[in-house]
């Protein structure tokens, strides 16, 4: 297959695609999504089968406004609850998601076969246009081989994607760099499923009530997956992505290193000649505290230094407060929890 490079004045053409069931990765502010017809099973299921991602892995739906949630959700206008509607007003359009009941209408392959449905509106123009192109919501995981780095880049997107799927919006690198939050609002305490630069202390400002961070979160799984062989971490069905596998995973090899800049640069130096005398190529990466640097280079450099052939790379933690604990997320994923403590 032909692999199109579109321009962001060829969103039309983007928009024909997809209608006709096809897959075209787009930029979102978050990271490059790889987009299917929302309604159309077996244009979804041809995502699955791009990405090698496995099949009970629930999908996000993008729309470009509000108003398509009432041909979403279960009990459309009455289905969309007021904690809903305070977090639309304060963060629609932007990178959070949120986990509805499902209307009949979304196909069991967009939800991984859930009864719940989750549902975002990004805020970048590129890829509200093409939702409006496409006139159908649109399905779209990350646009890399599943447990990969996510895509930042069009760039990055042809290096796992060329030949696979059918175009690729040539758009402008994605400004957050780390996937939306996910918060659960079908339990009686909303919750975060998957952390991103909205944080749980930002839901609950806007909704003055506690916002909770699944559990999950905070332990590391006792099954991590292989990204060669997508073993689940644990056996419960996903009810957001990047729950149950195996993510963000570079071909080299990846460790974490607690401490000051000090202690940091003592422990890698050491672990590094340790590599070197094995032959192994290392790199050393550092963003301080700065949460959002990291969040907006990771994934990018990650990628880069698999292209370069590095085999071990070493990364100053983050402390997990605030953003810094959702930048930490990946970092623990892409390191399959390798963390030297301080």
């Not at 509200?128 to 760039?155: F, M, Q, R, V, Y």
Request: charged share 25%.
């Amino acid at each position: 297959m032909e692999t199109l490079r579109l321009s962001v004045n060829e969103i039309d053409k983007a928009g024909e695609l997809i209608r006709e069931g096809q897959l075209v990765a787009f930029p979102t502010e978050t990271v490059y999504g790889l987009g299917a017809d929302a309604m159309n099973a077996e244009a979804v299921k041809s995502v699955y089968a791009a990405k090698g991602r496995p099949s009970d892995n629930p999908m996000i739906v993008h729309i470009s406004d509000a108003a398509a949630l009432t041909g979403l959700v279960k009990g459309g206008t009455d289905g969309i609850s007021q904690d809903a509607i305070q977090l639309i007003e304060a963060f629609w359009p932007g990178p959070l998601t949120m986990i509805f009941p499902k209307s009949a209408a979304v196909p069991d392959a967009t939800t991984g076969g859930l009864d719940t449905v989750a549902i975002r509106m990004p805020s970048n123009q590129t890829a509200l246009k093409l939702i409006d192109a496409a006139g159908c919501p649109i399905a779209a995981p990350s646009a890399n081989l599943s447990g990969k780095p996510s895509p930042t880049t069009a760039e990055d997107v042809l290096e796992d994607m060329d030949g696979r799927i059918a175009a690729v919006l040539m758009g402008e690198q994605c400004s957050v760099g780390i996937e939306s939050t996910v918060v659960d609002l079908t339990s009686e305490t909303p919750t975060v499923l998957r952390p991103g630069i909205i944080t749980a202390e930002w839901l609950a400002n806007v909704l003055d009530k506690p916002v909770l961070y699944d559990k999950a979160l905070y332990s590391k799984p006792e099954t991590i997956a292989d990204p060669e062989d997508g073993v689940a971490e644990t056996s419960e069905a996903p009810k957001s992505p990047g729950m149950k596998y195996r993510h963000y995973s570079p071909n080299a090899k990846v460790r974490l290193i607690e401490g000051t800049d000090a202690v940091f640069m003592e422990k890698a130096v050491a672990l590094g000649r340790e590599a070197k005398a094995e032959g192994q190529k290392v790199a050393v990466l550092n963003y301080g505290d700065d949460a959002e640097k990291a969040a907006h280079k990771l994934f990018a450099d990650l990628r880069e230094l698999d292209r370069e052939g590095y085999d071990l790379i070493l990364i100053r933690s983050l402390e997990e407060v605030g953003f810094g604990f959702s930048v930490m997320n990946r970092m623990l994923k892409s390191a399959g929890y390798d963390i030297v403590k301080e």
